[in-house]
């Protein structure tokens, strides 16, 4: 079994920056890709940005040149760096992986993280 971990929420202004990290552990897997998604209160929870494993990277058009995914394989870790952040963008934030393990393929999320956007 394979444990997501999020960590790096939180309350900031607007304009302000925020880095949310997520990292997996668990023993003899390989990830396929990485990504971010969101879900604001009363809303569907919908894909801010993926990283595939040979870094190919993907936004949603809301956070185009704002955010930033990236990842450390060695880590297996992802990052989602959050620049100009806007009331817009809060929600609670949730790290997606899909993982092999033991040959089979497996999708895990993170618990969660809170983001929120405010003066």
């Known amino acids: 079994q394979v444990q997501l971990e999020e960590s790096g929420g939180g309350l900031v202004q607007p304009g302000g920056s925020l880095r949310l990290s997520c990292a997996a552990s668990?023993?003899?897997?390989?990830?396929?890709?990485m990504a971010w998604y969101r879900q604001a209160p009363g809303k569907q929870r919908d894909l801010v940005a993926i990283?595939?494993?040979?870094?190919?990277?993907n936004y949603a058009d809301s956070v185009k040149d704002r955010f930033t995914i990236s990842r450390d394989n060695a880590e297996n870790t992802v990052y989602l760096q959050m620049n100009s952040l806007k009331s817009e963008d809060t929600a609670v934030y949730y790290c997606?992986?899909?993982?092999?393990?033991?040959?089979?393929?497996?999708?895990?999320w993170g618990q969660g993280t809170q983001v929120t956007v405010s003066s």
């Open positions: 997606h992986m899909r993982i092999s393990q033991y040959g089979y393929m497996s999708d895990y």
């Open positions: 668990g023993s003899d897997f390989s990830i396929y890709y």
């Open positions: 990283i595939m494993s040979g870094g190919n990277s």
